[in-house]
């Protein structure tokens, strides 16, 4: 099968979005890295619109350095998706190295998604970040662009984008977004003459176990995908790169709490949903529930964000998709409670020497939730039984230990303090 035919543009442009004026210049990319982009981008198309072909036929001038990673780029894609298919190369001729456009930058790429993770990430570290976005949607560009040229801090920094929208794909899960993106930001590195990425995800869902047997999770992070991916780019473009992953032993409500608290105005201009077909993130998915929990375990709660409250609205009102959503949630929370009484061990193939501690983290994660469960209750004490759902979380929160839940809060206290105290010396 062709290339073309999965509506992959011959051409991809990266677009360098000055700081401050957010005037636009456009890069003359590196090309071998650029025809790597548009091969992993039909990969996700593939997967978004659910065709199987038996092979691929990418042709390319870099056909060689292609074919060297050809059978590692099948194993991943068919690791991710669980679909195989057959990369085919074709040579094709004007293989010439074009000159690099101004400005370039030794800084490192931070992976900018709009959502709360790499808005963190790239608020405490301003003058260390290019912000790299791939515009697969408009409203998620819409919202991301809004985001860094309303916060002050953010609007001093530069931004590459990189427009490949396909108008057949909808909202929803995607198996193959991490790769692509993380490719994406290698293009960018390679094109401003940095050889870091930043990927700014938290543990918990880098390794996003799987906790119900409705939905199985992605691998869009998984560490073994983060590091064959480097591996991968290193040999195809013959040079050192770097994946680096500063949150990969945080919790989101860690992450949230080691950010300076003048910044939590823009909390809720990020997204952490799985769905875009609307401005407002849904409320029921499983990104959204972690977020309000992780949010909620250090007294913030953004009901008013969310298109429907998972806690006070009439759940007969959703359809029976959307209530199996709440089935899932149910799931997860008790995957994670069993975390917390140590009635349950992590798996045992998660990656060695990756994370520092990955059942203390996820026993923490599993704290933050209950943690937020306990002080929305606090909140609007209606929660506990205006729905089934809330009553089904007043009775899973009555199952966990009070001490334990103290004494995280206590810990997250801690942070925020030490937080404070670097904010107050940094002014």
Not at 31 to 36: E, G, Q, T
Not at 124 to 138: A, I, T
Not at 267 to 285: A, L, N
Request: hydrophobic share 35%; aromatic share 10%.
């Amino acid at each position: 099968m062709l290339l073309r035919e999965y509506s992959v543009p011959d051409a991809l442009t990266l677009t360098y979005h000055q700081s401050l004026t957010d005037r636009e210049i456009k890069l003359s990319s590196d090309p071998l890295l650029r025809d790597f982009f548009r091969l992993t981008l039909a990969l996700h198309f593939l997967e978004r619109t659910k065709r199987e072909p038996d092979e691929l036929i990418f042709s390319t001038p870099y056909a060689e350095e292609f074919k060297s990673v050809a059978n590692r780029l099948e194993d991943l894609y068919d690791s991710l998706t669980g679909i195989s298919i057959t990369l085919r190369f074709e040579a094709t001729k004007n293989r010439v190295q074009q000159q690099f456009s101004e400005p370039r930058s030794g800084l490192e790429s931070l992976l900018f998604s709009g959502g709360l993770d790499s808005f963190c990430e790239a608020v405490n570290h301003p003058s260390k970040f290019v912000l790299v976005h791939g515009v697969l949607n408009d409203i998620v560009y819409g919202r991301s662009r809004r985001l860094r040229m309303s916060c002050p801090t953010l609007a001093g920094s530069s931004m590459v984008t990189c427009r490949c929208v396909h108008k057949g794909l909808g909202g929803g899960i995607s198996h193959t977004r991490g790769l692509l993106f993380l490719v994406l930001a290698g293009w960018v590195c390679s094109t401003m003459g940095s050889d870091h990425v930043v990927f700014a995800e938290n543990g918990p869902l880098m390794l996003n176990p799987e906790t119900t047997p409705i939905s199985p999770p992605t691998r869009n992070c998984d560490p073994r995908v983060v590091m064959e991916l480097q591996s991968i780019l290193h040999e195809v473009k013959g040079q050192r790169f770097a994946i680096m992953c500063p949150n990969k032993d945080r919790t989101k409500t860690e992450v949230a709490a080691s950010t300076p608290k003048r910044f939590y105005r823009w909390f809720p201009s990020t997204s952490s949903c799985f769905s875009t077909r609307t401005e407002k993130m849904c409320g029921i998915c499983f990104g959204c529930f972690v977020r309000r929990l992780s949010l909620g375990a250090l007294g913030c709660d953004e009901m008013n964000i969310y298109a429907f409250d998972v806690f006070s609205d009439d759940l007969y009102r959703l359809g029976e998709r959307k209530i199996a959503r709440i089935i899932d949630l149910r799931h997860s929370l008790r995957f994670f409670g069993k975390l917390v009484t140590d009635s349950l061990g992590m798996p045992e193939n998660e990656p060695a020497q990756f994370f520092e501690d990955p059942t203390s983290m996820m026993r923490r994660f599993g704290l933050d939730l209950v943690l937020g469960i306990r002080n929305l209750f606090e909140l609007h004490p209606s929660y506990e039984s205006q729905n089934a759902f809330g009553r089904y979380c007043a009775g899973f929160l009555n199952e966990m230990s009070r001490e334990l839940i103290d004494r995280r809060r206590s810990d997250l206290d801690e942070i925020l303090s030490v937080q404070g105290q670097s904010s107050q010396s940094a002014t």
